[in-house]
C-alpha cells in the first residue's frame, strides 16, 4: 500500500466509523435489531466502497458534506448483501471479516430482518442528503437502486447460485460478476463522481476505471480463494471449490487468472490515464485491491 494511500485511509475510516456509531446509537429501534445491524457494520473489513466514493472526489478536487453519508450509505448496502450472502439458504458461512456470522450470533430470522433493515437504512440516508441538490439526489438514488438491485446486485446474486454445479463459459462468469460484485463497486465510483459534478469525459473513463476494477475484484477474492487459509481472509478458505462454483482460477488455472487479473487492472489505469489520474487514489486502490492478501 502506498503511504499516500495509508494516510487517506487513516484520515477517511476514523470518519466514517464515527458516522456508524451515531447512526445506530440512541435509536429507538428494537434492540435485538439495533444489535445485529450494529454488529454486521463494526465488524471491519476492507472499507474499499467507501473508499472509493470519498476517493473520486479527493482525486477530482472536489468536496461534499454529503460524501461520508453517502459512502456509508453504500457500505450499508455491501453488508447486508454479506449478510443473506452468509445465510444457510445462500452460501452458508460462519465465518466473516474473522468473526462469526450475523446467523450464528442472533439466529437466521433476526439475520435477515437485520439485513433488510440496512438496505431500507442506507436509502433512507441518502434520500436525507443536506448539501446535495435534489437532481444530483435523485441520480445517486437511481444509481444505487439499479446497481443493488435486480439488474446489479441481487440479479448477480442469483445467477452465481443457478451457476452452481455447472461448467460455465468465461463470458457467463464474467456476466455474474460485473453484476454481483463489480455493479456496486461501480456505482461507488459514480456516486463520487456524481457529488464532484464530473464531467461527461471524466464519467465515461471512471466507468470503464470501474467496470474493470470490478472484475479485477472479484478476479482477485476467487484466487484468494484457493491460495489463502482462513485465517488471512476471515471467512472460510476454499469455499467456491466445496460449493462447486465456477471461479477464474477453476477456468484459466491460476496462472490465467493471474494474468486476466493484470489485463484488467491494466485497463482500469488506462482509463484514469485518459483523464490525467494515472497517479491518483484511484489508482493506488486499484493498486491496492490486486495486492491484498485478504
Known amino acids: 500500500m502506498s503511504e499516500q494511500l495509508k494516510m487517506f485511509m ?3 475510516l476514523p470518519l466514517l466509523h464515527t458516522h456508524f456509531t451515531e447512526l445506530f446509537k440512541g435509536k429507538n ?3 435485538t435489531l439495533n444489535e445485529a445491524m450494529s454488529y454486521s457494520v463494526h465488524a471491519g473489513g476492507k472499507r474499499i466502497r467507501p473508499l472509493l466514493v470519498l476517493a473520486v472526489l479527493h482525486d477530482l478536487k472536489s468536496t461534499s458534506d454529503d460524501a ?8 450499508l448496502i455491501h453488508t447486508y448483501s454479506l449478510i443473506h450472502d452468509d445465510l444457510p439458504c445462500m452460501d452458508d458461512d ?5 468473526n462469526p456470522t450475523n446467523h450464528v450470533v442472533f439466529g437466521e430470522a433476526a439475520a435477515v430482518l ?5 438496505q431500507t437504512l442506507a436509502f433512507e440516508e441518502l ?3 443536506q448539501h446535495t441538490d435534489a437532481a444530483t439526489t435523485l441520480a445517486i438514488l437511481r444509481a444505487v437502486s439499479i446497481a443493488s438491485g435486480p439488474a446489479g446486485m441481487v440479479g448477480g446474486q442469483i445467477l452465481d447460485m443457478q451457476g452452481e454445479g ?3 463459459t468465461l463470458t457467463e462468469l464474467e456476466e455474474i460478476h460485473v453484476h454481483k460484485t463489480g455493479a456496486l463497486l461501480a456505482c461507488c465510483v459514480e456516486s463520487g463522481a456524481l457529488l464532484a459534478n464530473a464531467t461527461d469525459t471524466e464519467m465515461q473513463q471512471l466507468r470503464t476505471f470501474s467496470k474493470n476494477i470490478g472484475l479485477a475484484f472479484q478476479i482477485k477474492d476467487d484466487i484468494l480463494d484457493v491460495t489463502a487459509s482462513t485465517e488471512q481472509l476471515g471467512k472460510t478458505a476454499n469455499k467456491d471449490t466445496a460449493s462447486d462454483k465456477s471461479t477464474y482460477p477453476a477456468l484459466l488455472g491460476l496462472e490465467g487468472a493471474h494474468a486476466k487479473l493484470a489485463d484488467h487492472h491494466k485497463r482500469a489505469l488506462d482509463a484514469l490515464e485518459q483523464i490525467s489520474l494515472g ?14 492478501n485478504a
Not at 460462519?94 to 474473522?98: E, I, N
Not at 437485520?114 to 440496512?118: C, E, K, S, T, V
Open 127 to 129: 434520500a436525507s442528503l
Open 68 to 75: 461520508v453519508r453517502v459512502a456509508g450509505a453504500i457500505e
Open 94 to 98: 460462519d465465518f466473516r471479516r474473522g
Open 279 to 292: 497517479s491518483s487514489l484511484l489508482a493506488q486502490i486499484a493498486d491496492y485491491i490486486i495486492d491484498r
Open 114 to 118: 437485520a439485513a433488510d433493515a440496512l
Open 10 to 12: 487513516d484520515e477517511q
Open 166 to 168: 455447472k461448467q460455465l
Open 29 to 31: 429501534y428494537p434492540e
